[in-house]
């Protein structure tokens, strides 16, 4: 896969996406949420990746959506353009496998709206984010009002999104707004490492885990607890399932084929 803007790299069953704009700090521009969301989905379709890892690098990850874009938009034009981030964020968050952000510097406005699509974020120490659009006379407009609250809570994200301010890697993790914060050094490393774990999983299972709770947070409880027990039934038809019980009562590893 061939892009102007990110690159796409597949190891060992791995997927990593690195936005690739660094003389603008990664600034996120319609071509890369159109590359983005078709790497996605090329990836999504892909049954030999079985994770990916989205990044912007060990420097920065994404400074916000591209302003020098934006600038001279109209009401007219946000409104009715084709909404690329939009499009490219829902394919990524629906990715049918495990997405995590690997955040080394920066990760404003859209940056870190971007993070948020995915399913777990590992923050460099050097991390920093927020969402600094209301110092732009306009607001999260990527997920940023709507993610934000499901993730870490209203009052928090009211904070960050009303006074435009940047966090710190540390107060990120006791927000819950990162799931884990590392040396600078070792950030890839640990990425690859979980992603690894994760794909060590059955696939099927972790297909519908994810899918019941992304679709569980669009619910009522009830609803939520009524599609999950649909997906946990689903998973009695798959050999992993047998696998996965036999091995257990046979004090053995067990081998996913993801069928
Ligand atoms: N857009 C375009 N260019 C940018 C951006 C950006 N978001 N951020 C940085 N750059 C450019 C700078 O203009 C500069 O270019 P040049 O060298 O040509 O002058 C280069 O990157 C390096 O930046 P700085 O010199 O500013 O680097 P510093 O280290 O001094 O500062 C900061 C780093 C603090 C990150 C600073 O660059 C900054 O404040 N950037 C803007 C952050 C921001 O406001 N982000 C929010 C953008 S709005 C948004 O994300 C909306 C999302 C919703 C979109 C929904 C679409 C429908």
Known sequence: MTFQTIIVEIEEGIATITLNRP????????????????????LSADNSVRAVIITGGNKVFAAGADISQMA????????????????????????PKPVIAAIAGYALGGGCELTLVADVRIAADNAQFGLPEIKLGILPGAGGTQRLPRLIGAGKAKELIFSGDFI??????????????????????????????????????????????????????????????????????TEDQKEGMRAFLEKRPAKFQGK
């Open 168 to 237: 710190k890697a540390d107060e990120a993790l006791s927000v819950g707004l990162v799931n884990k914060v590392v040396p600078a050094e070792e950030l890839f490393a640990e990425a690859r490492m979980m992603a690894k774990r994760f794909a060590s999983r059955g696939a099927i299972a972790l297909q519908l885990a994810k899918s019941a709770v992304n679709e569980g947070l669009r619910m009522d409880l009830e609803a939520g607890l009524q599609y999950e027990h649909k997906c946990f039934s689903l998973l009695f038809a």
């Open 72 to 95: 001279s938009s109209t009401a007219v034009d946000v409104a009715t353009g084709d909404n690329a981030s939009y499009r490219a964020f829902q394919i990524l968050e629906t990715m």
């Open 23 to 42: 003389e603008v700090l990664n600034a996120l521009n319609d071509q890369v949420f159109k590359e983005l969301g078709e790497a996605a989905a090329a």
